[in-house]
């Protein structure tokens, strides 16, 4: 625990202007980051009296170990600059929300020469046109096929099209008048993006213009004795309003709205959202949050305006936001919507009326989200405090280990020779930290040297780092097993980091090997950073062996180590003849089990994606410059590997994209890689002529 007395900037040193600031942790990672109108009083109320500070707070200033912060001109550039630092840097003392669930949307593909409308979950991607988010992914299907009779915008995969406009046949709903069947050319490409932007408008909630045109031509065609026209478009008037009875109207026509409530107790809170378009919910979404800060509602509300519209534009940002609480920065909050919805922004709490009513429901469906998450997650808490306490008292640590690294090997018959690092926290898997390594120090197969290989590469790369940063004072380097001191091990004195501005790092390129070349300190999640409290290896005495002597070598000292058995489910410690048996039931055993699992799972798909690779490689691979356009583009001409190979010089060059050195240098490659040995009939005694295949 570090004295906040260690780092306090010294008095004036702060500038009294807008800025953010950051809290650095011992190993320069950044766990809070912060905006203020006036950096000097923000940034001095961390550095009073401990008792006086919250606990959340008080924790927060005794975990860092150094404070920094960046002057900008305006309280709008702050509050832009805070989301892009908290979303680079995923402080752990800054509220996250994080979805209950993945939110499916309704979808429109504009940036496709035929849009297609689909649902989609995860990221949203440029040039398409999200509506919702929805409850279910059926309620999209059902809301999409009443519009289809009416707006036949195409649904299909890219394969189904493809393989429509290469038969010349339409799909199903082609047939039936759901998709007006731009894959064999009935509407053109200009028809069908029409008829794309109309279900957009459709959909965005401008309804009453369509209905009353299907309507008309409805009357006309009766008027004209077409009654069957009229009969199809009466049925399609109809589809579209049961499409809009999906969405029940609960505002007055035309409110573009989103509706925000919070409900939270002294350790959680849940946020629910209603996106309220042309008067009616078109969508509804949850967050849930671990009150790690001390922040109260309008800081709540503020983190999730800044999550919600942080990489939202134009109409997706609404013209009005309600909230129960203001922001404390509410007019520099309202001129940041503003800008990226391109129009004036209105962030207000509703008052009376109907938008008053609507927020009590959406408040109600926070508080039971609030309770269902509570009541899943309780149990989940306390198992997995559980399992923490049952691996320390089993294995003799001292405290609880918060952070797990586990290591498998995996290889085929002794090739491509792989390991795996999967990260556990609290219980949780970490996958963003997840790790893999080729094994390089020798050949063939040897699991126990190729664990001391992995140990020993990790945990020298994270002595790199904290050298490298300043955290420990160079030392000359023992030799290994000598015991001596190294960079970086315990029981050096720290070096006390600065405060004050530190400017931007540069950054250098990331070497193509499993382990990137090091990169100046920047707070960024990096691959070998931090130091695990236990080290789990899949094996028995010679793996945990090996792990050990490659910490032994390195001088590390503070972190524990075991090793996981597959046959019995033996926990292995060092030096130790007989192994720890954990009880079958135990969630400690259950936990240790599931990080092993992880290993082996992510270790194998590795191996066998590095053996796919493998398998589908072409002597093509090795001419530089040589790109996958260009090596389909010489494959196509000849047909074959094996037909290139006998090309001469001048006949590559005919090739379009393929100049004379290039060619060169596609001959050379193709004659320095003998061709594989002929295939011959058992039954026969024949040689078979091999193509050796249509791609490289």
């Not at 036949?152 to 007006?180: D, E, H, M, Q």
């Not at 993006?193 to 909630?205: I, P, Q």
């Not at 939270?264 to 849930?288: K, N, P, S, T």
Request: aromatic share 6%; net charge negative; glycine share 8%.
């Amino acid at each position: 625990m570090a004295d906040p007395s260690s780092y306090r900037p010294k008095p004036g040193q702060i500038p009294d202007s807008p800025g953010v600031y950051k809290f650095r942790d011992e190993h320069r990672r950044v766990i809070y980051v912060g905006k203020a109108k006036n950096l000097r009083q923000r940034v001095a109320n961390y550095f009073q009296d401990l008792a006086n500070l919250h606990p959340r707070t008080r924790t927060m200033v005794t975990t860092a170990a150094s404070v920094e912060w960046t002057v900008v001109s305006t309280e709008v550039e702050a509050l832009q600059l805070e989301y892009s630092w908290i979303k680079e840097f995923d402080p752990r003392f800054n509220v996250k929300y994080r979805d209950d669930k993945s939110y499916p949307y309704l979808a429109v593909t504009l940036n496709e020469e035929f849009p297609r409308v689909q649902v989609m979950r995860g990221a949203k991607k440029k040039g398409v046109r999200y509506f919702g988010p929805y409850g279910h992914a059926w309620a999209i299907r059902e809301t999409v096929d009443l519009m289809l009779r009416v707006f036949p915008v195409r649904t299909c995969s890219a394969g189904v099209f493809r393989n429509a406009a290469r038969t010349g046949r339409p799909c199903l709903l082609g047939y039936i008048g759901k998709c007006s069947a731009p894959c064999v050319g009935r509407v053109t490409p200009e028809e069908h993006r029409e008829l794309a932007v109309d279900f957009c408008d459709f959909m965005a909630g401008r309804t009453g213009t369509y209905i009353r045109r299907l309507e008309k031509d409805m009357m006309q065609a009766a008027e004209e004795m077409e009654y069957e026209r009229a009969a199809r478009l009466r049925d399609d008037a109809e589809a579209l309003k049961r499409a809009m009875e999906k969405s029940a109207v609960v505002l007055a026509d035309a409110t573009d709205a989103d509706l925000i409530a919070v409900a939270e107790d002294e350790l959680e809170a849940a946020l629910q959202i209603f996106h309220v378009r042309g008067g009616r919910v078109r969508g509804q979404r949850g967050w849930v949050t671990d009150k790690v800060e001390a922040v109260d509602t309008s800081g709540l509300v503020e983190h999730a305006l800044q999550q919600l519209y942080g990489e939202e534009r134009g109409d997706a940002v609404p013209k009005e936001v309600l909230v129960p609480a203001l922001p404390e920065d509410a007019e520099a909050v309202s001129q940041w919507l503003a800008e990226r919805r391109g129009s004036q922004v209105s962030l207000r709490i509703p008052q009376r009326g109907d938008k008053k009513d609507l927020m009590v429901t959406v408040q109600r469906n926070a508080q039971q989200a609030l309770g269902l998450h509570k009541t899943k997650r309780a149990s989940d808490l306390t198992t997995r405090s559980r399992a923490l306490e049952e691996i320390a008292e089993a294995l003799g640590l001292d405290t609880a280990p918060l952070r797990i690294e586990c290591y498998d090997i995996s290889h085929l018959q002794g090739d491509d020779v792989v390991a795996s690092m999967v990260v556990f926290e609290d219980g949780l898997a970490r996958k963003s930290e997840y790790r893999r390594f080729q094994i390089k120090g020798f050949e063939g197969q040897d699991d126990v040297r190729s664990m001391h290989e992995v140990i020993g590469r990790r945990f020298k790369r994270y002595l790199q780092d904290k050298e490298r940063t300043g955290e420990w004072e160079e030392a000359p380097e023992a030799a290994p097993g000598a015991g001596g001191p190294v960079p970086g091990a315990p029981g050096q004195a720290p070096v006390p980091a600065a405060t004050g501005p530190v400017p931007a790092p540069a950054l250098t390129a990331a070497s193509p090997d499993d382990e990137p070349e090091p990169r100046e300190d920047d707070g960024r999640p990096k691959r070998f950073a931090y130091p695990p409290q236990l080290v789990v290896v899949d094996g028995g005495q010679p793996q945990v062996a090996a792990a050990k002597r490659a910490l032994d070598e390195l001088g590390i000292d503070d972190i524990a180590v075991c090793g996981l058995a597959k046959r019995l489910e033996e926990v292995w410690l060092p030096d130790d003849d007989d192994p720890v048996v954990l009880p079958r039931s135990s969630e400690g055993l259950y936990l240790l089990q599931r990080v092993r699992d992880e290993a082996h799972r992510f270790a194998i798909a590795y191996q066998r994606a590095k053996r796919a690779k493998r398998i589908r490689s072409s002597p093509l691979d090795d001419v530089a410059g040589l790109g996958e356009t260009r090596k389909q583009a010489l494959i196509k001409h000849f047909g074959s590997v094996k037909k290139l190979r006998q090309a001469t010089i001048d006949e590559i060059c005919e090739v379009p994209g393929i100049g004379r050195r290039t060619a060169e240098s596609v001959a050379a490659a193709l004659a320095s890689t003998a061709p594989a040995a002929p295939a011959v009939n058992t039954a026969t005694g024949e040689i078979i002529e091999e193509d050796d295949g249509g791609s490289p």
